[in-house]
């Protein structure tokens, strides 16, 4: 079955970069000139998903707005004559289908998940985190979605992370079926290092199967007083098979400010119009 939609949880608050996200969404931070949340929708686009599914909160509307069509805008710049603008304007309009629902309470990824169950119908989908930057050969999400198409069960994406670091992330334990494929035994979020089943930490990308959406109805509230998805992979594992695929790939945090530093060197130095002129200032910076 082919994947068609993705869901993107895009109500956070964004606390960590205020005062920057006091009236700009964090999604709409530029790496560079282009959004994030551009990279992310990109992403899903290049694996061949037709339809994104926001779930958003107050003061997120302008995301939406970046994805539609901005006329007015558009016919200033073509009377000035810069049409190629025009072009890439009218490009990010024509990306994909966009919708979205409203998360009404902070109450968790799960809870985030859960409210888009309508718009996703009864059908596997994608799951996206927009704190996660994946740049990559074979887009991030791809990936998995290569893996459900053969086995038509759940995917969720692994990167192996240092003991210290286990805390952050979903864990998973599992076994090691094909180089970078593992059958997922159990999920844990967030888990003590001396805890941690393994240091195979889950990465915002998930291919979902829609029996998940029962389960986090029933869920009860876990770490942080909030509805977990990765307890919702806990209990889904019990009753179908779920794959972790460690991906090929850099992956930036663009959640923390340092990965949001690295993500825009990195993103930059791959830019013919920058690349030559910072690796020059950098060069400059070790003097
Ligand atoms: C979320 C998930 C966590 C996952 C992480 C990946 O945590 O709850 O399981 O490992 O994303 O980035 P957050 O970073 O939103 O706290």
Same mark, same amino acid.
Request: charged letters at 25%; hydrophobic letters at 40%.
């Given at each position: 079955m082919k994947i068609r939609k993705a869901v993107i949880p895009v109500a956070g608050l964004g606390t960590r970069f205020l005062p920057a996200t006091k009236t700009v969404p964090k999604e709409l931070?530029?790496?560079?000139d282009i959004p994030s949340i551009q990279y992310v929708v990109q992403e899903a686009v290049d694996a061949g998903i037709q339809e994104i599914i926001f779930v958003t909160g107050r003061g997120k509307d302008g995301i939406e707005d970046h994805f539609d069509e901005a006329p007015e805008l558009e016919q200033i710049l073509a009377d000035r004559g810069q049409t190629a603008t025009v072009d890439m304007l009218r490009r990010i309009a024509e990306m994909t289908?966009?919708?979205? $629902?409203? #998360?009404? !309470?902070?109450? =968790?990824?799960g809870h985030a998940v859960l409210c888009a169950r309508d718009l996703v119908g009864d059908e596997p989908f994608a799951v996206m985190l927009a704190d996660d930057l994946i740049d990559a050969e074979t887009p991030g999400i791809r990936q998995l979605v290569e893996i459900f198409t053969e086995t038509e069960e759940s995917v969720v994406a692994l990167m192996k992370v240092p003991r210290e670091e286990v805390h952050q992330y979903g864990v998973i334990k599992g076994t090691e079926v094909k180089p970078r494929l593992y059958a997922v035994e159990g999920t844990v979020e967030k888990p003590a290092a001396k805890e941690a089943p393994?240091?195979?930490?889950?990465?915002?990308?998930?291919?979902?199967?829609?029996e998940i959406f029962s389960i986090l109805q029933n869920l009860?509230?876990?770490r942080g007083g909030e509805i977990q998805l990765t307890d919702?992979?806990?209990?889904? $594992?019990? #009753?179908? !098979?779920?794959? =972790?695929?460690?991906?090929?790939?850099?992956?930036?945090?663009?959640?923390?400010?340092?990965?949001?530093?690295?993500?825009?060197?990195?993103?930059?130095?791959?830019?013919k119009d920058l690349k030559d002129k910072l690796v020059e200032y950098l060069k400059s910076l070790k003097d």
């Open positions: 931070l530029p790496i560079i289908e966009v919708v979205s $629902v409203r #998360q009404k !309470k902070p109450l =968790g990824l393994s240091q195979l930490a889950i990465i915002g990308r998930y291919v979902l199967r829609p009860p509230p876990g919702g992979l806990a209990r889904l $594992v019990q #009753q179908r !098979k779920i794959f =972790g695929c460690e991906f090929t790939g850099e992956r930036y945090d663009i959640g923390d400010k340092f990965g949001f530093v690295r993500a825009t060197v990195a993103y930059a130095l791959k830019r």
